[in-house]
Nanobody, 123 residues
């Protein structure tokens, strides 16, 4: 069982930056692929970024060049650095873990989820 706890959300102006963190419990963090998803009010949950156990990354087109996903296996933590934020980035951001270690953009393939952290970008 893996528990994920997100932090770092908040209110920021357009063009600002935030860094989200996701702390994971358990001894096998390094073997998991990790992902970030987001869900805006009235919309479905959507893929944002993922990083596999070899630190190869993948991003949604909407965030490419602005967001960076990274991981620190020594700290059992995955990060999402978000720059040049836009109002359309406003959502609850969720961290997820995939036990097979492979990158995937598909939410149902992730085995564990955090509780989410709110990101609000004001115009």
């Amino acid at each position: 069982q893996v528990q994920l706890v997100e932090s770092g959300g908040g209110l920021v102006q357009t063009g600002g930056s935030l860094r989200l963190s996701c702390a994971a419990s358990g001894r096998t963090f390094s073997s998991y692929a990790m992902g970030w998803f987001r869900q805006a009010p009235g919309k479905e949950r959507e893929f944002v970024a993922t990083i596999n156990r070899s630190t190869i990354t993948m991003y949604a087109d909407s965030v490419k060049g602005r967001f960076t996903i990274s991981r620190d296996n020594a700290k059992n933590t995955v990060y999402l650095q978000m720059n040049s934020l836009k109002p359309e980035d406003t959502a609850v951001y969720y961290c997820a873990a995939e036990a097979g270690g492979s990158r995937t953009t598909i939410a149902r393939r992730y085995d564990y989820w955090g509780q989410g952290t709110q990101v609000t970008v004001s115009s």
